[in-house]
């Protein structure tokens, strides 16, 4: 994984962590597909995360 990935992913989780984002808008923000985007939420449950969807498709990661 090269270092842009790497920032992505990150800043992803970040964003997660602030606020629930849809697929399409993390796509658009990432400069990424919404395959991309779907592969990095199972990357986040893979890595023990908790990643939970709401009534209006937007995806957020609790704080632990």
Excluded: C
């Amino acid at each position: 994984m090269n270092q842009h990935k790497i920032y992505r992913v990150l800043r992803l989780l970040q964003m997660l962590q602030e606020k629930p984002r849809t697929v399409m808008g993390m796509a658009r923000y990432l400069g990424t597909s919404e395959r991309t985007a779907y592969r990095y939420l199972k990357l986040f449950e893979k890595l023990d995360y908790i990643v939970q969807r709401d009534n209006y498709y937007k995806y957020f990661i609790e704080k632990k």
